[in-house]
């Protein structure tokens, strides 16, 4: 027997059969892999479709009903001011009103003529100079700014607050009768007056305004002088010959309608010798001349 022969044989076979054992290993191998790898893909696919949604979940999960506090829980925070929010405010308070000017300590209301915006004027005496001059809506005094004009009262905005001036009480004379109960006219020719009495009206302008009431006329709307009623006994325009009623609407021919109109006709009183009032009474125009002396 050729035992050289029969050894090749042997190896060669063996190595054959060792080559194809290895490639079916192999080939297991990869078979079990990829089957373990689609296993696990349908496993994974099937717990996304069944796992729900976050809004659905959202939408699943129960709301709580929100539990609310009674209004006594919250009382200890301004007991116990414990934001310090009280003294802060009243801190606030107390420094806007020492900021804030005292009108009455520095002027005094002596007489109105109420009226909105141009039409009503005031006069003011300054306590310190004891000057007293004649305004009206939008001036400033002492800081605060005049913003209405009644009777009696003048408005003035402080800041950001409202505070009023009231006219002192003062005794006055009984109020005469009414012009169409009396019956009185008014003397013809001009009406002759004292110059010492006219200037020592017009240095109180004050008494002069509350010894009448005085308040703007306005005809259909429109601004057309100023109305007298209530005048007092002995008063400059009881000398004057002015009656309950009259309607002011021209001096020396100049229409009277707004404040500063007001305020040429007082310096037309100081400076000239003598004047024509037009009014208007029951309806009919009159002229009334004055002379100074």
Same mark, same amino acid.
């Given at each position: 027997?050729?035992?050289?022969?029969?050894?090749?044989?042997?190896?060669?076979?063996?190595?054959?059969?060792?080559?194809?054992?290895?490639?079916?290993?192999?080939?297991?191998?990869?078979?079990?892999?990829?089957?373990?790898?689609?296993?696990?893909? /349908?496993?994974?696919?099937?717990?996304?479709?069944? +796992?729900?949604?976050?809004?659905?979940?959202?939408?699943?999960?129960?709301?709580?009903?929100?539990? +609310?506090?009674?209004?006594?829980?919250?009382?200890?925070?301004?007991?116990?001011?414990?934001?310090?929010?009280?003294?802060?405010?009243?801190?606030?308070?107390?420094?806007?009103?020492?900021?804030?000017?005292?009108?009455?300590?520095?002027?005094?209301?002596?007489?109105?003529?109420?009226?909105?915006?141009?039409?009503?004027?005031?006069?003011?005496?300054?306590?310190?100079?004891?000057?007293?001059?004649?305004?009206?809506?939008?001036?400033? /005094?002492?800081?605060?700014?005049?913003?209405?004009?009644?009777?009696?009262?003048?408005?003035?905005?402080?800041?950001?607050?409202?505070?009023?001036?009231?006219?002192?009480?003062?005794?006055?004379?009984?109020?005469?009768?009414?012009?169409?109960?009396?019956?009185?006219?008014?003397?013809?020719?001009?009406?002759?007056?004292?110059?010492?009495?006219?200037? $020592?009206?017009?240095?109180?302008?004050?008494?002069? /305004?509350?010894?009448? /009431?005085?308040?703007?006329?306005?005809?259909?709307?429109?601004?057309?002088?100023?109305?007298?009623?209530?005048?007092?006994? *002995?008063?400059?325009?009881?000398?004057?010959?002015?009656?309950?009623?009259?309607?002011?609407?021209?001096?020396?021919? +100049?229409?009277?309608?707004?404040?500063?109109?007001?305020? *040429?006709?007082?310096?037309?009183?100081?400076?000239?010798?003598?004047?024509?009032?037009?009014?208007? $009474?029951?309806?009919?125009?009159?002229?009334?001349?004055?002379?100074?002396?």
């Amino acid at each position: 027997m050729d035992w050289t022969r029969f050894s090749q044989f042997s190896i060669f076979d063996f190595r054959g059969l060792v080559s194809r054992r290895t490639v079916i290993l192999v080939v297991m191998a990869i078979l079990l892999y990829q089957g373990t790898g689609i296993l696990y893909n /349908l496993l994974r696919l099937q717990l996304i479709r069944t +796992r729900p949604t976050p809004a659905a979940a959202e939408k699943a999960k129960p709301v709580a009903a929100p539990v +609310r506090e009674t209004a006594d829980a919250y009382r200890i925070i301004p007991e116990r001011n414990l934001f310090d929010t009280t003294t802060s405010m009243v801190a606030n308070k107390q420094a806007v009103a020492v900021q804030q000017p005292a009108i009455d300590q520095f002027i005094e209301l002596r007489g109105t003529v109420a009226g909105e915006g141009k039409y009503g004027f005031a006069i003011v005496e300054e306590k310190g100079t004891r000057k007293q001059k004649l305004v009206k809506s939008g001036d400033i /005094l002492s800081g605060a700014k005049i913003i209405r004009i009644r009777r009696n009262a003048v408005d003035f905005l402080v800041g950001d607050q409202v505070v009023t001036l009231k006219m002192v009480e003062t005794k006055e004379e009984p109020i005469l009768p009414s012009a169409r109960s009396a019956g009185s006219v008014v003397p013809s020719g001009a009406t002759v007056l004292s110059r010492t009495e006219i200037d $020592r009206e017009l240095q109180d302008m004050g008494s002069l /305004l509350r010894k009448a /009431l005085v308040r703007p006329y306005f005809n259909a709307g429109v601004p057309d002088g100023f109305i007298v009623s209530n005048i007092r006994l *002995g008063s400059l325009y009881q000398k004057m010959g002015i009656m309950d009623g009259d309607i002011i609407q021209e001096v020396n021919n +100049r229409k009277i309608q707004t404040a500063d109109d007001v305020m *040429g006709l007082l310096s037309t009183l100081r400076s000239s010798t003598g004047l024509s009032v037009t009014i208007t $009474r029951r309806g009919n125009k009159e002229t009334l001349n004055y002379q100074f002396q």
